[in-house]
């Protein structure tokens, strides 16, 4: 498996990280996970993921943050971003801020998958 094929999933809740990879494990792609945005911004540089998934909630630095990081230096990375609060407000602030797609949770396999795959475009 080569890094093109690779998917940093960000989010503070270990069910959340741990179906995640099961999931696009599943479907032949390499999951890194992070816990924090912390995390996450040890592992992207340096690294060529095909894609981010992140939660948009999480403590100390939420999910904006990092997709604001992202913009900056890796603009070409698609991002998925999920929300268990997606009121249009957030919704629009997630677009707006540069998500490709917006995931409610909770969310089922199939529609986690159809996330990323537009966020991927058919890339």
Same mark, same amino acid.
């Given at each position: 498996?080569?890094?093109?094929?690779?998917?940093?999933?960000?989010?503070?809740?270990?069910?959340?990280?741990?179906?995640?990879?099961? @999931? +696009?494990?599943?479907?032949?792609?390499?999951?890194?996970?992070?816990?924090? #945005?912390?995390?996450? *911004? %040890?592992?992207? =540089?340096?690294?060529?993921?095909?894609?981010? @998934? +992140?939660?948009?909630?999480?403590?100390?630095?939420?999910?904006?943050?990092? #997709?604001?990081?992202? *913009? %900056?230096?890796? =603009?070409?990375?698609?991002?998925?971003?999920?929300?268990?609060?997606?009121?249009?407000?957030?919704?629009?602030?997630?677009?707006?801020?540069?998500?490709?797609?917006?995931?409610?949770?909770?969310?089922?396999?199939?529609?986690?998958?159809?996330?990323?795959?537009?966020?991927?475009?058919?890339?």
């Amino acid at each position: 498996m080569s890094e093109k094929d690779s998917i940093l999933v960000v989010d503070d809740d270990p069910i959340v990280l741990q179906s995640c990879r099961m @999931v +696009l494990e599943t479907v032949g792609y390499d999951v890194v996970l992070a816990a924090s #945005v912390d995390e996450a *911004l %040890e592992r992207l =540089p340096g690294r060529s993921f095909r894609a981010l @998934v +992140l939660d948009l909630k999480m403590p100390r630095r939420d999910g904006m943050h990092l #997709v604001g990081w992202v *913009l %900056e230096n890796r =603009p070409d990375l698609p991002i998925v971003m999920m929300t268990g609060f997606s009121t249009p407000e957030t919704i629009e602030e997630g677009y707006r801020k540069g998500a490709s797609v917006l995931l409610a949770k909770p969310f089922t396999p199939k529609e986690l998958l159809a996330a990323l795959n537009t966020a991927l475009g058919g890339r």
